[in-house]
């Protein structure tokens, strides 16, 4: 898959999105509440779940986020593809 390298770095500027990052790779899925629950009681974080999926978007439109329904939940992980293909570039 062709990823937009523009619309990586993008997402990848923010903190709050590198944090959600960091939580995903610790696990290998979690859903909208753990995640929510995790970036507000490890890292302090005032921010609600609708700001959290607005910053999941951004992820998912990077290709760095990857959804899925299991059962009635949905279920995210971190898809490391993205950055492997865009660093390939510079790291040998």
Do not use: C
């Not at 899925?29 to 921010?47: P, S």
């Not at 939940?73 to 593809?81: I, Q, S, W």
């Amino acid at each position: 898959m062709n990823w937009n390298k523009d619309t990586i770095f993008k997402a990848l500027a923010d903190s709050t999105r590198r944090l959600i990052l960091d939580e995903l790779s610790e696990r290998d899925e979690l859903t909208l509440y753990e995640l929510t629950a995790r970036l507000i009681m490890k890292h302090n974080l005032a921010i609600s779940r609708q700001a959290i999926a607005k910053h999941l978007t951004t992820l998912e439109d990077a290709g760095l986020v990857i959804s899925k329904r299991k059962g009635k939940y949905r279920v995210l992980m971190f898809n490391k593809a993205p950055l492997k293909n865009l660093l390939k570039r510079w790291i040998k």
